[in-house]
């Protein structure tokens, strides 16, 4: 049976479920609620603003959004937004999905949390980013009603999420901190990770190689 969350289906196609077992094998609760939590919020968006998307875009995107931070798709020298990106581009590849499909997905996930450009993109790659921020960061709160926002915590938790989801972002990339130099993650790490200097653009312009 499909399974309906504030009148918002969950896709239930074969590829929608494998990446949904995908993210349930290398992911954590935390991970999957939140993922889930995205996808509906963003899908709630696209439906008021009667926006045209594709759900089981969405979803897949959504629910490999934050995976490059598990251990076993980090790398030692990516962004994790890159990481998960390129997971869900070997995901796709693997099951024949067409080149577009696969663009825009890598894009929704690569981008989710590059603020001021991602909402200027295709309608899932701007979308995810709208439920990214709904659910991170309570963004556009007041746009979807108490009761909906309810409904999708009461199947999908938050269980101590704003400081769970600070320390799975440390956790996905601590090992690699250089990595978050010009990205809201350097803020984690200057909060949480002991020793962290955050480097400065302005420093780096002014003591380039060049001699002027």
Known sequence: MSTFI???KIPDSKLAVEAAELLREHGDDLLWNHSNRVFLFAAMKGNLNQIKYD??????????HDIGLTPKFRSDDKRFEVDGANAV???LSSRGVSEEFIRLAWDAVALHS??????????EVALMNFGVGFDVVGKNF???????RELVVKH????NFKHGILHAFLDGFKHKPETTFGTINADVCEMLLPGFKRPNFCHSVLHSPWNE
């Open 6 to 8: 504030a009148d918002i």
């Open 89 to 91: 581009r070997d995901f």
């Open 142 to 148: 007041d746009l979807i009603s108490a009761e909906a």
């Open 114 to 123: 590059t603020i001021g450009i991602v909402e200027y993109k295709e309608a």
């Open 55 to 64: 759900p089981e875009l969405l979803y897949i995107s959504s629910l490999f």
């Open 156 to 159: 999908f938790p938050r269980d």
